[in-house]
């Protein structure tokens, strides 16, 4: 039995390593924050504002992976859309994988939609989204940290 589990993994179209977030979409990034501190003790971290995507955002560390906040800055943008259609809540999850070159480059050999057909450059590596038709209505986000390939 375990040796066909590991079969389905080594023939996977695109290896997660692991769960490298999970994001939020809020509605108020600070108060969504020192709700989730003050529930689970997280840290307080730097909250960025990411114009270009109309957005602020956070990371904060929980063992070893991290939750992000994303707020929208403006009502036209891709998070403000989501928040007004489906409330706040759960906005994607985020796999780390060792190469999103060829990840990117598999998933498109096996037909998988994607919403990135090249990876981009995001806050924490190179980084590239899953269209959520195609991994049962759940936004999927991936990268490669710089960390990933050993480089950094
Ligand atoms: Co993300």
Do not use: W
């Not at 602020?56 to 259609?85: C, H, Y």
Request: glycine share 8%.
């Amino acid at each position: 039995m375990l040796q066909q589990k590991d079969d389905v993994f080594d023939n996977s179209i695109c290896k997660a390593k692991s769960i490298n977030h999970v994001c939020l979409a809020v509605k108020d990034i600070e108060e969504s924050i020192s709700l989730y501190s003050k529930i689970f003790g997280l840290p307080m971290p730097n909250i960025e504002t990411i114009s270009e995507q109309k957005v602020r955002a956070a990371m904060v560390n929980v063992g070893n992976t991290n939750l992000e906040f994303i707020e929208p800055i403006d009502s036209d943008s891709g998070i403000a859309k989501f928040i007004k259609n489906r409330g706040e809540g759960i906005h994607h999850i985020c796999f780390e994988v060792d190469n999103i070159e060829n990840s990117i480059e598999q998933l498109k050999k096996a037909g998988v939609k994607l919403i990135d057909s090249q990876p981009r450059q995001g806050l924490e590596g190179m980084i590239a989204f899953i269209h959520p038709k195609a991994t049962g209505n759940v936004l999927v986000e991936l990268i490669e940290t710089l960390s990933s390939d050993g480089k950094g």
